[in-house]
Each structure stands twice: as C-alpha cells, then as structure tokens.
C-alpha cells in the first residue's frame, strides 16, 4: 500500500492501471483530459502495457472501447459533458449488447454557454440507459470505486457496464491524500475478464441483427432492468470484500451519517456530499437533528436502502445538482417515487442548486436545513416540493 | 500464378434464408469477402442494407462472426477489435462492410480517423451510390443527375471522389473493385489482408431497385461501368497508382463505350439532358487523364 497525494482524476488512471485495463480510447475534454493523461504517462513510462487508442472524438472513444470489450478485453474510457452527450449513441449500444466496461465521467455542466465547472446534467442524463452509476464523494472513493466497477461489471448476474462519477474539480483536479492498494491486492481481488459473449474469427456468432421476435427483443431490454436490480447484491457484496481487504468499506449502495437518531436527512450524491456532514454537525450544534444520506449509487436506485434509510424521520430534503426540466431533479424523483409505492407519507422537498457550477458550501446546506425544519413545523407539511437555490 | 476458383475458400459465407432483394450486388460482394479471407473474417457493420440482409435474429444469412453497430462507428468498433486481438495474439481479418453513407457521409470522421491512425484493418465500402436501406435517398456518392427520393429532379452535385480521398490519408493500400470482377476483387482482398495496417477498397455496386433496373442486369450494370470508364478499377499501394487489369483497356479512350450506353439502362437518369451526359463525359476523361498521371 502506498499513500500519495493524489487528484481524483489521478486516481481513475490509477485505478485503471491495477484493474490491468487492456485498452483504454478516449478524446480530451476539459476537465476529464488529465485521465487520459496520467494514463499515457502510465503507459509511455512501461509502469503498465495497454492499448491506448487515441481517437478523433468520443462517439469513436465509446466505440473503440465496444470493440475491444467486444472482442474480449476490460476497456476503460472517460469523458464529461458535451462529449458524453456526443457518445450518447454508443452509451445505448454497450448496455443494450450487455457488454461491460467502465467509464469514468467528470461532471461538468452542458453547454451553452461554455462553461467547464460542474453540476450532474450530463451524468443524470444517463441513468435511463443501463449503466451502473456511481457517483463519488472524496478521491480515495473514486479511486475504490472504479476498481470494484470492473468487478461489478463483469459479475454474470450483471453483465452491464458502470460509470464512475466524479465532480469537476472539486475532485477531478484537486490533491487530497489517497491510500493506492498494492498490485497484490487488486489482483487477488479482480478476478479474470468474464463477459457474456466474445467476437472472434471462425465463429459465426452475430450480435445485433434485426429480431424475428419482438418478444424477444421485449426480454432483452427487460434483461437490462432485471440485470441493474441484481446489481444492488453485487454492489454490495463486493464493498464488503473491497473492505476485508483494504480496511474501506462504505456501506454499499447508500452511506448513512449521523442517522441513527436524526430528525431530518439530507440526501443528495457527489462531492458535495463532505459539504453536508459539516452542515450536519453544525445544525445539530444548535439542536436540530439532521443526517446525511449519502446515494452513492443512481443505478441501480438503492429504494430498499433509501427506504429504510428515511423511514421514521420527520422530513427529507433531497438536493439535486441537475433538473429534469420541467419536472424536478433526478434523485428526487427516484427517492419519492419509490417512498410513495412503499406507502411512507412524509414531507420531502427537492432542492436543486450548484446548477452551472454555482458554488455552495456548508453554510448554504446550513440555511437551507434551518429553513426546511420552520416550514416542516409551521405548516406540518411542505409549501413547495421544488425550489431552486439560490 | 495468377489466382483461380480453386485456390479460394469452399466454405459458404451467404446462406439460403439471407434477406437481400432480387438482384441485390451486397450479397455478391459478401460471398467474394467469405471466398477471400475465409475464417480469419470478422465483419463489422453499421446502419444499412446489410443490417437487413443478414436476416433475422437469432439465426442469421451470413456465417461470418459479425457485429452490428451504429452508423458513425464502424471503423472505431474494428479499430478497438484489432487492438485486441493483436493483444490477444488472434489472427483476424477485422473488415468494415459499410454503405456509401456509413463511409462517405455520416461515418466519414470516424473512418478518416481510423485511417489517419492506420489502424489494422479494411474498410470496404460497398457503393450503391445511393441511402438505399431507407429508400433511396441521396448520398454524396449518388452521381450528379441522378433520381433519388430526395432529388426528384437529379442530383446537382458530383459524386465524391472517395478512393482518391482516403489515398490522401497515406494509407498503405487502396484500391477500387467491382462486383463484375469477382477474381480482382478477390485478388485485392487477400492482399489487404495481408498488408498491415489501413485498408481500404471501394466496391462499386450497381442496385436494381435503386438505379431502376431489371434485377438481372445487376452484374451487367457494373462490368458496363468499367466499358464505359465511368468506374475505374486501380490500387494505390505505397503511394504507387496502377490501372487493374481489367480497366486497362479504357485508358484508351476510344475503346470505352459511350457512357450513354451505361446511363440509359438505368431509371434513375431517365431525365437526365443531354448537357449533364456532356458533363459525365467530360467528368469520366479528366478522371481518366488524372488517373493516368498518377499511374506514369
């Protein structure tokens, strides 16, 4: 085990690197690039031997990746907003063959105006396709989390491929100190590729022709729900190993801090997530009950988790860093929908905030929390379910 | 030694059941593929007539191992599939089979870049020289004059000259074919498969429901090209330009037929004027004269 100094960007090529990634293709975009980077260095440097491919956008990056996966090998890609959205054709086209690899996306809003700072459009603009998500809230789990994907990923109760989702800058580029597992331990811990199915010369195996029943092609796609909902065992499964082997576990699908006897939660996903435990310390230093959850994973969507997660409690604010516009934000509409189906009827209110990269830190958590807590009291309900902060 | 029927593949790669239209030229060509690289073959195929002629899941009319993909991806997909099974130490032939749209139009970014990356494998484009799969529409490979469902009054523009342009990419080997040709096709796709690194061969490919003719002219059609000059079979290989065999004849332009023999076949030029066969004409000798530049 090593302790470096690392960016959260840094530690996705690190993590590529011991998950014994084959072939990597990928585009440059500000702020995933120095991925690909440290990735070419890695490799430049013989510290590692794989395939780079360096292709002229990111709908051929996804696709490089699809053939090399295809063909049998674990591949690795990154990218963050307009250049996700230009592969957007592609991320279809990997879950749908059920063909797992792993990319890495850096949020960062979309465009126009140009602007690289993050908020989570692009990455919730996924979450309807058939890849796992995660969504990372220090370095040291963006470093973890990429390397158990490859696990998840290829598990034949899966068979799908994930994303890694980290913010722009706020971890993407920013050192905090990482412990780096040894070589010894991420291949004790990984084991060899498994994928449903390998393309090769001399067997006439063709994927993706037309379908003579449409019953059929009705199963494949449902294959793909059925498949992200065995994913939540897996997911948890395999953060239990992660933490016998490294000391690290973070408690699955969801994390819980200060729950236990907290009034109110805020739940909410990403980096972000740090700024809500001190807000919580700080509103229970004035006597106001709060807990974080944290949804590490938006999919497959933890409802079992979440459930348990905020049953009891007097009220939940749910902050998002995107919208569906026209509807509400993406956690919020998973995490209510699935609280109404199970029958629990407490107030829960959307915020949705950092949207463009507009910065908030604890203090704003703090003022949101105390003025959730006076409308929960004064009205025994909520007087709006979405309301945008600032 | 010259190649012959014998040295080639017994093996079927096209099989009863396929789902091609009467006449179809793909499936011509798909059998000289097989006949070709035989078992080393693994196709990759984007949005177009073959995405249907394959037939329907979960048997299939081609016994190639074959991937489907999205239309601007195919060269990317094979560019990752080489990658690997060089990785791998697996000796495949990656191949692209992909329309005048899947190269020359939506797929051209992603194949000039597989191209200027030289990466191991052989784009063949399969030249109907219209969107025939979504019912003939325009490309930038239909000829200018020509009917399509989006040009109801001719094409106004030439087709691309796409050989010429990926022989700018430096490649090691282009070349073009025809599937009147089968032995030159053959010849040429066997010495691709053995050249490392970026392939490219341009099949002309003459469609009977396209162009507006009767479903068993389709071989006539296209060796009709080649006596009019208006297709033009060549390799560029190492920077070299050299005329094939069997377009040899028609460097010399009086032993072409007059391409009106070629145009007058096919419905999709029934309006054509006589002012934009002048300028065929015109077209077919100033290529005829560059080509014959490049070959001295």
């Known amino acids: 085990m090593a302790r470096l100094t690392l960016t959260g960007n840094h530690c996705v090529a690190h993590a590529v690197k011991l998950a014994r990634v084959k072939v990597v293709s990928a585009y440059p975009i500000t702020p995933q690039t120095t991925i690909v980077e440290k990735i070419s260095e890695l490799v430049d440097s013989g510290s590692t031997n794989m395939k780079i491919i360096r292709v002229e956008s990111e709908h051929s990056a996804l696709a490089a990746v699809y053939g090399a996966a295809t063909a049998g090998l674990r591949a690795f890609t990154a990218t963050s907003s307009h250049g996700l959205l ?79 989702g980290l ?10 100190p990482v412990e780096v597992p040894d070589q010894e331990i991420v291949d004790s811990f990984l084991p060899e590729r498994r994928q449903p199915y390998v393309i090769k010369s001399g067997e006439a195996l063709v994927m993706g022709n037309v379908p003579s029943d449409l019953l059929v092609n009705f199963r494949m796609r449902e294959g793909v729900h059925r498949g992200l909902r065995n994913a939540e065992k897996v997911i948890e499964r395999v953060d239990l190993e992660w933490g016998k082997l490294t000391g690290r576990h973070y408690g699955g699908l969801v994390e819980c801090y200060r729950c236990e006897d907290a009034d109110y939660l805020f739940a909410g996903a990403g980096a972000w997530v740090g700024d809500m435990r001190i807000a919580v310390d700080k509103l229970r230093d004035i006597g106001l009950r709060f807990g974080v959850l944290k949804i590490r994973y938006i999919r497959p969507f933890p409802y079992s988790r979440v459930f348990e997660a905020v049953r009891g409690r007097k009220g939940v604010l749910v902050f998002d860093r995107s919208i569906s516009a026209g509807s509400a934000g993406p956690i919020f509409l998973d995490l209510t929908t699935h609280l109404y189906s199970s029958g629990l009827r407490i107030p829960v209110k959307n915020v949705v905030t950092g949207l463009a990269g507009f910065d908030i830190g604890y203090e704003d958590f703090v003022k949101i929390g105390k003025s959730f807590v006076n409308e929960v009291s004064e009205s025994g309900w909520i007087t709006s379910f979405l309301d945008f902060y600032p | 030694m010259p190649l012959t029927i014998r040295d080639l593949a017994k093996e079927k790669y096209v099989l009863p059941g396929h789902a091609a239209c009467p006449g179809c030229p793909e499936t011509i060509g798909l059998r000289y593929v097989g006949m070709a690289l035989g078992r080393k073959a693994i196709l990759v195929i984007p949005a177009g007539c073959t995405s249907i002629i394959q037939g329907l899941m979960p048997g299939s009319g081609l016994a190639f191992p074959i991937i489907n993909v999205a239309f601007a991806s195919a060269d990317a997909v094979a560019s990752g599939v080489a990658a690997a099974k060089e990785v791998l130490g697996e000796d495949s032939v990656v191949t692209v089979w992909a329309g005048d749209g899947a190269t020359a139009d939506i797929g051209f970014a992603t194949l000039s870049g597989a191209a200027e990356r030289n990466e191991n494998i052989i784009h063949i484009c399969v030249d109907n020289e219209a969107y025939m799969n979504t019912g003939i529409q325009r490309s930038s490979l239909t000829p200018i004059g020509a009917w399509t469902t989006t040009t109801w009054k001719g094409k106004t523009e030439p087709k691309k000259n796409m050989p010429l342009i990926m022989a700018s990419h430096g490649v090691p080997y282009v070349a073009t074919a025809s599937i009147a040709y089968p032995m030159d096709f053959i010849e040429k796709l066997k010495k691709a498969a053995s050249i490392r690194g970026f392939k490219y061969i341009h099949l002309h490919a003459p469609c009977p429901v396209g162009w507006r003719f009767d479903p068993s002219e389709t071989v006539e059609m296209a060796r009709l090209a080649i006596e009019t000059g208006i297709w033009v079979l060549m390799e560029v290989e190492g920077g070299r330009t050299t005329i094939s065999p069997p377009s040899r004849p028609y460097a010399d332009k009086s032993r072409r037929k007059p391409v009106i023999e070629y145009l007058k076949r096919q419905g999709r030029f029934r309006e054509l004027s006589d002012e934009l066969v002048r300028e065929l004409e015109r077209e077919i000798d100033e290529y005829w004269k560059l080509l014959l530049k490049l070959s001295s």
């Open chain 1, 86 to 164: 230009y592969m957007h054709e592609m991320v279809w086209w990997v879950a749908q063959a059920r063909i797992p690899a792993v990319m890495a996306i850096v949020t960062r809003t979309i465009g126009p105006p140009w602007n690289i700072w993050t908020d989570h459009h692009d990455v919730m603009g996924q979450r309807d396709i058939g890849w796992i998500i995660t969504m990372a809230e220090s370095n040291q789990e963006v470093l973890d989390e990429t390397i158990k994907l490859f696990k998840i990923t290829e598990d034949p109760e899966v068979f799908l491929p994930g994303i890694i």
């Open chain 1, 167 to 176: 913010d722009a800058f706020i971890l993407s580029h920013t050192v905090e």
